[in-house]
């Protein structure tokens, strides 16, 4: 079953009103009456309206002064207001009707036919826009969904390379060096050769499973991770990294938003790696009451207008991911020309953090003691 939308009915005229809501009654909607602009914008205030149905001339607030009303808050500018009138018909009068927001325009009398048909019009539109937005925001959680599930396998990879993979090469590399111990010449220097094969093998291993999931993320936390892999970034890709924190001693934050950042900073830098032609980057964590901020600036070739702008056909896969990883917590992401190269700029909101309790101290034998450290007899 479909669901009903409000209209709703503005006129100084009762008999005015129970004629529109007869004429629109096949409609199957919800018709709701306002005898005046007051109650019209109480109406609006408190209820979700898909169509108004406005008389121009009224006393005290007219319809050109309501619509305009209406259109100054941010909750009706999509709202479809249609003028009724018998007196403003000129040309004038339209466009300024027009002017102030309205859709359409019915002159009076009114054809039953005609009135449904506008007004069916703009109610289906707004239903389907209404059903675009709740499948956007169907999207957005599974787009968010898949991000963290995304996380979760990575994490469980990294944990089974580390545990699983790494632990066997570093026990065939012990065999390997008991055979140099006990071998001839040839067999010692084949065996030197494979131990040299498993230490890459094992250092590949272990870059793999830092990328896919880096351990000191959850150990240590979000500033500890971005340091050590900035430092395998400037190993790997030549490009210089600095990195700023603040404050210096970085708090621990939801597991979840410490994942979030780390992998924008990471899609960021491969950003920069793979695409901006820099020799340098700067990465500044800067976490406030509210906010995380995270910045991500290169010297290279910058990028075009368009994706600046973050217009959805100019911008990648990374791009995407950093905005959507944004959005999940009620961020926002900013790109721009910083001359030379990028700014790649992440906030993100988060609780405010409790102050810390200054102890209460009490003087015991000439020292200060912490007052919850203290036992208290009862008297008696």
């Not at 971005?226 to 990195?243: A, E, H, N, Q």
Request: net charge negative; proline share 4%.
């Amino acid at each position: 079953m479909k669901e009903k939308v409000n209209v709703l009915l503005v006129d100084d005229q009762p008999g005015k009103l129970l004629t529109y809501e007869a004429m629109l009654q096949e409609l199957d909607e919800n018709l709701i009456k306002a005898s005046s602009g007051k109650e019209a914008l109480s109406v609006l205030l408190k209820t979700e309206v898909a169509v108004v149905l406005l008389d121009v001339s009224m006393p005290e607030i007219d319809g050109f002064e309501l619509a305009q009303m209406i259109r100054q808050h941010p909750r009706f500018d999509r709202t479809a207001i249609i003028f009724v009138s018998a007196v403003n018909l000129t040309d004038l009068d339209r466009l300024m009707g027009y002017t102030l927001g309205a859709v359409d325009y019915i002159s009076v009398p009114v054809v039953p036919q005609l009135l449904r048909s506008k007004v069916g019009v703009f109610v289906e539109l707004h239903r389907k826009a209404k059903q675009a937005e709740d499948l956007n925001a169907q999207l957005r959680q599974m787009s968010s969904r898949l991000m963290t599930l995304q996380d979760d396998e990575r994490r469980r990879v990294a944990r089974e390379l580390h545990d699983g993979l790494v632990q066997d090469l570093a026990a065939a590399k012990l065999i390997f060096a008991r055979i140099v111990e006990d071998s001839a010449q040839l067999k010692e220097q084949l065996a030197t050769n494979g131990i040299e094969i498993l230490d890459s093998a094992i250092q590949q291993v272990r870059t793999i499973s830092y990328l896919l999931h880096p351990p000191l993320l959850d150990e240590a936390g979000l500033a500890s991770a971005v340091r050590l892999y900035l430092d395998g970034v400037s190993k790997r890709s030549g490009i210089k990294t600095f990195l700023d924190v603040q404050p210096q001693n970085f708090p621990r934050l939801a597991p979840d938003v410490e994942t979030a950042i780390f992998r924008i900073v990471q899609e960021a830098l491969t950003n920069v790696f793979r695409h901006s032609g820099a020799t340098s980057s700067w990465i500044i964590l800067s976490q406030e009451e509210t906010r995380v901020v995270a910045m991500v600036r290169d010297n290279g070739k910058g990028v075009a207008e368009e994706t600046a702008e973050l217009r959805p056909d100019r911008i990648g896969v990374g791009l995407g991911g950093i905005r959507e990883r944004a959005r999940h917590f009620g961020g926002d992401l900013r790109l721009s020309n910083a001359n030379p190269g990028t700014l790649v700029e992440v906030v993100i909101p988060i609780a405010a953090q409790p102050r810390k309790r200054q102890p209460l101290l009490q003087s015991v034998d000439g020292k200060q003691v912490e007052a919850s450290t203290l036992f208290v007899h009862p008297i008696g």
